[in-house]
Nanobody, 127 residues
């Protein structure tokens, strides 16, 4: 069974940090770009960050640029999202996703580009 499992969410005060992890199992995603999305209560899912299949390119939403860092560890089949200087508006369920197209040129950022999704992990930032 192919699945992505997120972990590392929790409650943190504004200005704090969290590191989200995404573990892939059932198959390797070493040839797929990976991304993080989030969905706040009552809002639509939005793109947060993505990393190319090679790991050489990254792309961020303007709202998190300079605060969040996406990375991947191919041998471990893991993807991470380091979140620093968290703000209350970062509160959401965070989802890990794998690009549906292997060896894509460029970095996907639309939800429709991703074919495998995790179940999500809650991040709550208190003011």
């Amino acid at each position: 069974q192919v699945q992505l499992v997120e972990s590392g969410g929790g409650l943190v005060q504004a200005g704090g940090s969290l590191r989200l992890s995404c573990a892939a199992s059932g198959r390797t995603f070493s040839n797929n770009a990976m991304g993080w999305f989030r969905q706040a209560l009552g809002k639509e899912r939005e793109f947060v960050a993505a990393i190319s299949w090679s790991g050489s390119m990254t792309h961020y939403a303007d709202s998190v640029k300079g605060r969040f860092t996406i990375s991947r560890d191919k041998p471990k089949n893991m993807v991470y999202l380091q979140m620093n200087n968290l703000k209350p508006e970062d509160t959401a369920v965070y989802y890990c996703a794998a690009d549906a197209a292997p060896l894509r040129i460029g970095i996907p950022h639309l939800g429709a580009d991703f074919g495998t999704w995790g179940q999500g992990t809650q991040v709550t930032v208190s003011s």
